[in-house]
T-cell receptor
Framework: EPEVTQTPSHQVTQMGQEVILRCVPISNHLYFYWYRQILGQKVEFLVSFYNNEISEKSEIFDDQFSVERPDGSNFTLKIRSTKLEDSAMYFCASIPARDRGHGYTFGSGTRLTVV | AQSVAQPEDQVNVAEGNPLTVKCTYS??????LFWYVQYPNRGLQFLLKYITGDNLVKGSYGFEAEFNKSQTSFHLKKPSALVSDSALYFCAFDQIMIYNQGGKLIFGQGTELSVKP
């Protein structure tokens, strides 16, 4: 069964450093998402991406965050200057189309620890 | 604002007993509702969804959920719980925005299910 792949599985970074989280969505999917989950808490929407541009972003997704689809396969989330409160599990997800009924496929996540 | 709510932070069940994890929704129109499960240190796995049709939806691992429009609920159920069902369960709805091809999955707070032998 096709999977959404995320790398790395765990990243430790110092406060103020830039990090890039990587995702490879399912190949024929067109809509891509990043979600965040602070340890054991609710899964929160960060951003959606379609046709090489952001469709929607939450209030969490401030100027420190950016997303990119640099080639035909990768979808990245960049945090320019990490803060302690950015420590969380970050999930990438994708769906093939926006007609309702498709389950979102999530990657296994990247655990980001900011020290 | 549209939302889903999971009123219980934790549900404890003995193995072999039936389990119910509750979810209520406040969504306009016809809601598209989902259940996801998260095992410790793992990603989110799709369990089942309600789109239209039969109110009783069957999903993975023997789980099912009943869509109840009058009570605006979508409770997750299983007739006989297993210890391996212990995990974090999330109810969610698909918030579609037709005008710009947008939309996103909105999650409830999550319910920790603990099944004891």
């Amino acid at each position: 069964e096709p999977e959404v792949t995320q790398t790395p599985s765990h990243q430790v970074t110092q406060m103020g450093q830039e990090v890039i989280l990587r995702c490879v969505p399912i190949s024929n999917h067109l809509y891509f998402y990043w979600y965040r989950q602070i340890l054991g808490q609710k899964v929160e929407f960060l951003v959606s991406f379609y046709n090489n541009e952001i469709s929607e972003k939450s209030e969490i997704f401030d100027d420190q965050f950016s997303v990119e689809r640099p080639d035909g396969s990768n979808f990245t989330l960049k945090i320019r200057s990490t803060k302690l409160e950015d420590s969380a599990m970050y999930f990438c997800a994708s769906i093939p189309a926006r007609d309702r009924g498709h389950g979102y496929t999530f990657g296994s996540g990247t655990r980001l620890t900011v020290v | 604002a549209q939302s889903v709510a999971q009123p219980e932070d934790q549900v404890n069940v003995a193995e072999g007993n039936p389990l119910t994890v509750k979810c209520t929704y406040s969504v306009s129109g016809n809601p598209y509702l989902f259940w996801y499960v998260q095992y410790p240190n793992r990603g989110l796995q799709f369990l089942l969804k309600y789109i239209t049709g039969d109110n009783l939806v069957k999903g993975s691992y023997g789980f099912e959920a009943e869509f109840n429009k009058s009570q605006t609920s979508f409770h997750l159920k299983k007739p006989s719980a297993l210890v391996s069902d212990s995990a974090l369960y999330f109810c969610a709805f698909d918030q579609i925005m037709i005008y710009n091809q947008g939309g996103k999955l909105i999650f409830g707070q999550g319910t920790e299910l603990s099944v004891k032998p």
